[in-house]
């Protein structure tokens, strides 16, 4: 499952250099992660590094991009050629 940022984001900044495959961007009010590029870091770390540094827990699973460890280690391979 792709992860997403909810309301409870201070636009602190912390999550978007933490993340290896650049999905994080500051969007129009908050950071927004870009699903198509989530893996929640399988293939490079064993936690979601966003999840790891976010002070306020706002880095969540999105429940319209579920997706499998499976799926997750295929879109890993596809982004990193």
Known sequence: MAL???EECINC???EPECPNEAISMGDELY???HEKCTE???H???SQC???CPVDSCVPDPDYKESKEVL???FRRLTG
């Open 4 to 6: 997403m940022i909810n």
């Open 13 to 15: 900044g912390a999550c």
């Open 32 to 34: 927004e992660i870009d």
């Open 41 to 43: 870091c399988v293939g």
């Open 45 to 47: 770390f064993e936690e």
């Open 51 to 53: 999840v790891a540094v």
């Open 73 to 75: 280690e295929e879109k």
